[in-house]
């Protein structure tokens, strides 16, 4: 069973910058990060194929945020620009057997603990 452990949470104004980071203890075929709110349903931040590193974003991220893996596939990273509140949530770390990048949580097997990211107005 694939074990994920995140780190790299914390507390920051609006318009700083964060970089989670997930260690993945054996490969997988794909791996993402999710967030959720309080009172909210998880939702897919990004997503990258982990052979060939193609990655996909939600919308609401595009341009701010990037994820990536090291050259070892790892560890995963998601680099975290121009925070804003609503960006506030906590972030897991998800890997999946699936070889394709998805957004959907129902793709993925495996979920780390989760890292709490409050933006501050």
């Known amino acids: 069973q694939v074990q994920l452990v995140e780190s790299g949470g914390g507390s920051v104004q609006a318009g700083g910058s964060l970089r989670l980071s997930c260690s993945v203890s054996r490969n997988t075929g794909s791996r993402a990060w999710f967030r959720q709110a309080p009172g909210k349903s998880r939702e897919g931040v990004a997503s990258v194929h982990t052979a060939s590193g193609a990655a996909i974003y939600d919308e609401s991220v595009e341009g701010r945020f990037t994820i990536s893996q090291d050259s070892a596939k790892t560890t995963l990273y998601l680099q975290m620009n121009d925070l804003k509140p609503e960006d506030t949530g906590m972030y897991y770390c998800?890997?999946?057997?699936?070889?394709?990048?998805?957004?959907?949580?129902?793709?993925?097997?495996?979920w780390g603990q989760g890292t709490q990211v409050t933006v501050s107005s």
């Open positions: 998800a890997a999946g057997r699936i070889f394709r990048n998805s957004l959907d949580p129902s793709a993925y097997e495996a």
